[in-house]
């Protein structure tokens, strides 16, 4: 069983998001410091969703993911998890919708290479229709979205209907004065949901003795990279 969420919260941030905040630091998925990401900027924090690799930390994902979704009122009628990190995220999303939320949503997933024998095909689970949601655990370059829609061009009865991810760096992308989230909910017309803000995060540092420390240097680089 997951163990309770506390009590408790800032003005600005849910008391379940906090919760997720502190259980990332504690998992290792959330860390702080000085990281050199992929564009060459130099990072305050860094977020690494591969780190949450223990039966409740699966749990916790699953609870969050469901409840991020239900808290966004998005209409959708199935999950579905790219391959290959999606599949377990849509997964333990629909076990929580309908533990938590009383929601009995099916799920599926596609496979890298489509199978030619047994049931053959590329999509696993549930039948492709209705309105899709994708879990994934973060988005840069929007692949994960590109694949599923043009993946869905095969299935007329399907509709995307957004994405719900673990965190938005609300981070200008190089060259950009959107994010990335931003720029790929402008291209595709979708909402993507993510499960927690930077902007949370740096609430949350402010809050906690442990981490001051760091609270200038995030600032710092969100008042230089971060978007309105």
Do not use: C
């Not at 949503?105 to 024998?117: C, G, I, L, S, T």
């Not at 990335?180 to 003795?209: C, K, S």
């Amino acid at each position: 069983m997951d163990r309770p969420f506390s009590t408790g919260s800032t003005a600005s941030t849910p008391q379940w998001q906090q919760d997720f905040i502190r259980f990332a630091i504690d998992a290792g998925a959330l860390t702080f410091g000085e990281f050199t990401l992929k564009s060459g900027r130099v990072s305050p924090y860094f977020f690494n969703a591969g780190q949450f690799q223990t039966g409740e930390a699966l749990s916790r994902l699953g609870q969050v993911y469901a409840r991020a979704l239900v808290s966004s009122g998005l209409d959708f009628d199935l999950v579905f998890g790219p391959a290959y990190k999606g599949i377990p995220l849509a997964t333990t999303t629909v076990v929580a919708l309908q533990r938590d939320h009383e929601r009995n949503v099916p799920y599926a997933f596609n496979r890298k290479e489509a199978k030619d024998h047994g049931e053959g095909g590329q999509i696993v689970g549930a039948p492709l229709e209705g309105r899709i949601v994708i879990v994934d655990d973060v988005i840069t370059a929007g692949t994960a979205i590109r694949e599923v829609q043009a993946l869905m061009q095969q299935f007329p009865k399907a509709q995307l209907a957004g994405a719900v991810v673990a965190m938005d760096r609300q981070e200008k992308a190089p060259g950009e004065e959107r994010s990335a989230i931003q720029a790929l909910e402008a291209e595709f017309g979708l909402p993507i949901i993510p499960v927690i803000t930077f902007n949370q995060v740096i609430d949350y540092v402010a809050t906690q003795p442990d981490f001051e420390r760091h609270l200038a240097a995030v600032e710092a680089y969100r008042a230089r990279y971060g978007v309105v």
